[in-house]
Nanobody, 117 residues
Framework: VQLVESGGGLVQPGGSLRLSCVAS????????MAWFRQAGEKTREFLAD???????SYSVSVKGRFTISRDNAKNTVYLQMNSLKPEDTAMYYC????????????WGQGLQVTVSS
């Protein structure tokens, strides 16, 4: 399975962005998909995930501002980000967890989101 993200860029504080992640290959093996981010040398941070049954979970830092969703027909997962703050600036990564994997084992290349005036 390959994951390709798009939709990053520069946005002003308070603005919105929508990230997309398209999965290709043996997507039938994917049980859940998620978004993470990493700011500089900080530890990669879990943001949100969506399971096969459409159950979702969010980190405290983004709950209420970010929304994860997916379009199964397009094999695409989205992250709608609203009310962005400068501290949301980071590299954002899409991840997938395959059948049998204990954790997220597939990663996209990442994309930059910068929140600045």
């Amino acid at each position: 399975v390959q994951l390709v993200e798009s939709g990053g860029g520069l946005v002003q504080p308070g603005g919105s962005l929508r990230l997309s992640c398209v999965a290709s290959g043996r997507v039938s093996n994917v049980l859940a998909m998620a978004w993470f981010r990493q700011a500089g040398e900080k530890t990669r941070e879990f943001l949100a995930d969506i399971a096969d049954g459409d159950g979702t979970s969010y980190s405290v830092s983004v709950k209420g501002r970010f929304t994860i969703s997916r379009d199964n027909a397009k094999n695409t997962v989205y992250l709608q980000m609203n009310s962005l703050k400068p501290e949301d600036t980071a590299m954002y990564y899409c991840a997938a967890r395959e059948l049998g994997a204990p954790d997220y084992d597939l990663w996209g290349q990442g994309l930059q989101v910068t929140v600045s005036s």
